[in-house]
């Protein structure tokens, strides 16, 4: 079963919004805003340590919006640090999380997970969130160069043939 997390606190529906984008199913490839540009943000580390996401244009990026309290959120970090490992230097896979507290969250789950690959970044006032329309977390999009190719809304298998085809395919263009 696919699943998302909405963070929105309005009372209109998920699939309201879903209708209102044409955006695919959850958990689905939807090509509907390929072309978008990656949006400009500065991230900060649980150190404070700022990365401007201009710095990767240029390169193909897995931007994932994620949070703590999102069960499908957490349900894939460990395919996204695997996919990070695997895909070392020929794609940044750079996770965003949207919770509020920052640091005081995202700091001990990285802690307790260990992850290897993946870099706690966060996103002090959610504008990459707000930017790329992110209101069913996870989304995770991906740029090539500065442009999106396509997102996926919901928890989606990133160890799976299909995930590593569209992601070898975008790469290799």
């Avoid at 044409?22 to 990656?38: C, F, Q, T, V, W």
């Avoid at 005081?104 to 993946?118: D, I, M, S």
Wanted: aromatic share 6%; proline share 6%.
């Amino acid at each position: 079963m696919l699943s998302g997390c909405d963070r929105s606190g309005d009372e209109s529906p998920q699939e309201t919004k879903a209708e209102a984008s044409e955006a695919a199913k959850p958990g689905e490839i939807d090509r509907s805003h390929a072309g978008d540009l990656m949006p400009a943000a500065n991230l900060v580390d649980p150190d404070g340590n700022v990365l401007n996401l201009g710095a990767l244009q240029g390169r193909p990026v897995l931007l994932n919006l994620w949070a703590t309290w999102c069960a499908p959120c957490v349900k894939e970090m460990p395919l996204l640090d695997q996919l990070a490992r695997d895909y070392e230097g020929r794609l940044k896979v750079l996770t965003i999380s949207q919770d509020l507290t920052g640091t005081e969250a995202v700091g001990p789950f990285f802690a307790r997970n260990r992850f290897t690959h993946l870099e706690s970044w966060i996103d002090p006032q959610n504008h990459v969130g707000e930017d790329i329309g992110g209101g069913v977390m996870p989304t995770t999009v991906l740029y090539v160069g500065s442009e999106e190719v396509w997102r996926v809304q919901g928890d989606y298998d990133w160890s799976s043939e299909k995930a590593r085809a569209a992601i070898d395919a975008a790469i290799a263009e």
